[in-house]
């Protein structure tokens, strides 16, 4: 079974672009969650989806946001970049939101903003 | 406010040796519990977790965790270390109660295994 997929892997933008990354979950998994990986923050949840809809929402500015798709796969926005914003984000997936479900997480995007 | 503790940022072992990997947590009520790790340039890779039951369990490579409810720890442990087992090592809580409860997560322990 494949594991979660994210694209793209690398990507560099200026300061005030906005940037798209995608995830594609494991098959059969329907919950997907992002995290923000950076040396000083550590990692810090973003949200997490499930069915379409965004269940849970951590503690970022509103020009990050999220949405899921019919088949699961997920993406996330983010408007304005800032310098701050530079990161390693990944994605994770999990059958459903039950809280004992460990997640598969994906290689990550790393977000280089100049 | 509820909070993982991971002490120590570099733990150093000599191959052979056994590990452990320390983690405390501060949440209301029993939280699950979650170890993973990360390989340079990957993402996480689930481990083991504590859901209820044993306190001693046992998840991949031959790593093990000890859930002390009265400590409030989940250390991560291992017999013999392995060079191949130099990574860096993240402990996550999921606290119960709500089914919006977010996973918080430690932040790190390099584990660093010398020949």
């Known amino acids: 079974k494949a594991g979660v997929t994210q694209t793209p892997r690398y990507l560099i933008k200026t300061r005030g672009q906005q940037v798209t990354l995608s995830c594609s979950p494991i098959?059969?998994?329907?919950?997907v969650s992002w995290y923000q990986q950076t040396p000083g923050q550590g990692l810090q949840f973003l949200f997490e989806?499930?069915?379409?809809?965004?269940?849970n929402k951590g503690n970022f500015p509103g020009r990050f946001s999220g949405r899921q798709f019919s088949n699961s796969r997920s993406e996330m926005n983010v408007s304005t970049l800032e310098l701050g914003d530079s990161a390693l984000y990944l994605c994770?997936?999990?059958?459903?939101?039950?809280?004992?479900?460990?997640?598969?997480f994906g290689p990550g995007t790393r977000l280089t903003v100049l | 406010a509820q909070s993982v503790a991971q002490p120590e940022d570099q733990v150093n072992v000599a191959e052979g040796n056994p590990l452990t990997v320390k983690c405390t947590y501060s949440?209301?009520?029993?939280?699950?519990l979650f170890w993973y790790v990360q390989y340079p340039n990957r993402g996480l890779q689930f481990l083991l977790k504590?859901?209820?039951?044993?306190?001693l369990v046992k998840g991949s490579y031959g790593f093990e965790a000890e859930f002390n409810k009265s400590q409030t720890s989940f250390h991560l442990k291992k017999p013999s270390a392995l060079v191949s087992d130099s990574a860096l090592y993240f402990c996550?809580?999921?606290?119960?109660?709500?089914?919006?409860?977010?996973?918080?997560f430690g932040s790190g322990t390099r584990l660093s295994i010398r020949p």
């Open positions: 989806y499930f069915s379409e809809t965004q269940r």
């Open positions: 994770a997936s999990s059958w459903d939101t039950a809280l004992f479900n460990e997640q598969f």
């Open positions: 996550a809580v999921r606290p119960l109660g709500s089914s919006a409860s977010k996973i918080i």
């Open positions: 949440v209301s009520g029993n939280p699950y």
């Open positions: 098959s059969g998994h329907r919950s």
């Open positions: 504590y859901i209820t039951g044993d306190n």
